[in-house]
């Protein structure tokens, strides 16, 4: 597991993004719930998550961040990053984002491409 924390903040929210390889839908959602199972986590607002399956192809969640999903799941596509989820996590600071929301979640999915790509060498 990877995961990086306060990867933007912007307006009182912050983002953080966490991804790791999991086999099946089974295995992504057995990722959200041990993310969820620490109180930080368990407390957000968002936890948005997309993942390109290599059997059944991709999957999204944007767990109320309408359209977000589908942002993490291009980038993945483009990567051709496959049985690898990412979770992008916001705590909603007050004031709304607009368009601006997007921006951070390709920062965000961006900056977990970069390390992984930096782990895995």
């Not at 968002?46 to 969640?61: F, I, Q, R």
């Not at 989820?85 to 961006?110: E, N, P």
Request: aromatic share 8%; glycine share 12%; with cysteine.
């Amino acid at each position: 597991m990877l995961q990086l924390l306060n990867v933007v903040s912007d307006r009182g929210s912050r983002y953080a993004v966490s991804g790791g390889v999991i086999q099946g839908r089974a295995g992504a959602e057995a990722f959200l719930r041990d993310l969820r199972r620490v109180k930080k986590f368990a407390k957000a607002t968002h936890n948005t998550w997309a993942v390109v399956l290599s059997d059944e192809g991709p999957v999204k969640n944007d767990d109320g961040e309408t359209g977000a999903g589908a942002v993490i799941l291009k980038m993945l596509e483009r990567a051709g990053l496959t049985d690898t989820v990412v979770v992008v996590t916001r705590w909603y600071g007050g004031v709304h984002l607009g368009g601006d929301r997007f921006a951070h979640v390709v920062t965000c999915t961006r900056a977990f491409l970069e390390a992984w790509e930096a782990q895995d060498g």
